[in-house]
């Protein structure tokens, strides 16, 4: 989900599409990284766009390393 708001910020049904994932697990998982301060809205209702936060645009090599890392044990 996260690469996928890198390559192109979208709304939560986009993603369940993109993903091929259930809306409502879409929706769980952005609110959890919506609170965790790793992705930010714009927009209202519907239509509420998810876009990559500052804090992780700026440090999302560092983010790849620990995801590589996480998936190599």
């Not at 939560?12 to 994932?21: C, D, I, R």
């Not at 209702?45 to 390393?65: A, D, H, R």
């Amino acid at each position: 989900m996260i690469k996928a708001l890198k390559e192109t910020p979208q709304n939560a049904n986009q993603l369940a599409t993109q993903l091929g994932m259930d809306y409502r697990t879409i929706r769980h998982h952005l609110k959890v990284l919506e609170k965790n301060r790793m992705v930010t809205t714009g927009g209202e209702g519907y239509g509420i766009t998810y876009f990559l936060s500052p804090v992780l645009e700026e440090n999302y090599v560092l983010f790849e390393e620990i995801v590589n890392r996480m998936w190599k044990k």
